[in-house]
């Protein structure tokens, strides 16, 4: 069945300096949502990606979607503390079918 | 504009038990989806519901179920509880597929 992953698991930086987490789909995807969980949260929704080779940008956060619509990334320039948690990549083979999301990126940001 | 209302915010039962969690989507949302969430496995897709019909399904056993009422309000339901179904139980709605989800705070089950 689809598979959607994210690499890396984990990741710790320094305050300022950048982030970037990547994510792999088994199949071609419609389009991809990005999501951020805090400790202790639920997932919030960041952004949703439709074209091939779109490119997104909310302040420090720049997403992207591949050209084949099979992957993806987010980075983030300069992280800030108030970007700790968990980021969530998601996708859909088609607008009507299951949203399925990776495992994550758990960010932790030392100050 | 009030969000995704999920109830109860946490529950204990026993093995063998069975459960409902109700979930209110935002207004208008008519699509809605659950999830279970646990360390090990993320974010599972367990079944989505549009206009009272269930349109996609996860892999999950029969034991879950669900459904959705003619006000979008959704439950789901999990029979013969077992040790491993203690999870976070997320439930998330969207006005669209153009759109992203909204999730709730989720309710913690815990089976012991």
């Known amino acids: 069945g689809q598979q959607v992953m994210q690499i890396p698991q984990y990741q710790h930086v320094q305050e300022g300096e950048d982030f970037t987490t990547y994510c792999n789909s088994s199949?071609?995807?419609?389009?991809i949502q990005w999501y951020k969980q805090r400790p202790g949260g639920h997932p919030v929704f960041l952004i949703q990606?439709?074209?091939?080779?779109e490119v997104k940008k909310q302040k420090r956060l720049t997403f992207q979607f591949g050209e084949a619509k099979k992957n993806s990334s987010l980075h983030i320039t300069a992280t800030q503390t108030t970007d700790v948690g968990t980021y969530f990549c998601?996708?859909?083979?088609?607008?009507?079918?299951?949203?399925?999301f990776g495992p994550g990126t758990s960010l932790s940001v030392i100050p | 504009k009030a969000g995704v209302t999920q109830t109860p915010r946490y529950l204990i039962k026993t093995r063998g038990q069975q459960v409902t969690l109700s979930c209110s989507p935002i207004?208008?949302?008519?699509?809605v989806s659950w999830y279970q969430q646990t360390p090990g496995q993320g974010l599972q897709f367990l079944f989505e519901?549009?206009?009272?019909?269930?349109?996609n399904k996860g892999n999950f056993p029969g034991r879950f179920s669900g459904r959705q009422f003619s006000n979008s309000r959704s439950e789901m339901n999990v029979s013969t509880l077992e040790l491993g179904d203690s999870a976070l139980y997320l439930c998330?709605?969207?006005?669209?597929?153009?759109?992203?989800?909204?999730f709730g705070s989720g309710t913690r089950l815990t089976v012991v």
């Open positions: 998330a709605s969207r006005a669209g597929t153009d759109y992203g989800y909204t």
């Open positions: 207004s208008g949302h008519r699509s």
């Open positions: 990606l439709v074209k091939s080779g």
């Open positions: 998601a996708g859909e083979k088609t607008s009507y079918d299951k949203v399925i």
């Open positions: 519901y549009f206009s009272e019909t269930q349109r």
């Open positions: 199949t071609t995807l419609s389009n």
